[in-house]
């Protein structure tokens, strides 16, 4: 199957945009650790729910590509909820 480059390339300048806004929003919600993790989540919610639409529209979604997008999503709401909540004394 031939890969269309442009279309690849504005699927991941989209993701790129969603996960850049989503810490920019995170980051003016600083003071507010709740809104944090609401922001964190939807952010995640966003990155996950692009990524299972884009390969449903390419017509090559599968059980193990939802499966990586939920263990990715799991795993960034792990790591920033660990320093949010004061991991390694940051």
């Known amino acids: ?20 806004l989503g810490l920019i929003f995170v980051i003016l919600a600083s ?6 993790f609401i922001l964190i989540i939807l952010t995640t919610l966003f990155y996950m729910l692009f990524g299972v639409v884009h ?3 390419n017509h090559d979604i599968s059980p193990t590509i939802m499966l ?7 795993l960034g709401i792990s790591i920033l909820f ?8 940051l």
């Open 1 to 20: 199957m031939k890969r269309n480059i442009r279309q690849d390339l504005e699927y991941y300048i989209s993701l790129s945009l969603i996960l850049g």
């Open 31 to 36: 003071p507010n650790r709740t809104l944090q």
């Open 55 to 57: 390969h449903v529209i």
């Open 68 to 74: 990586e997008y939920l263990i990715i999503g799991a």
């Open 82 to 89: 660990f320093f949010l909540k004061g991991g390694l004394f």
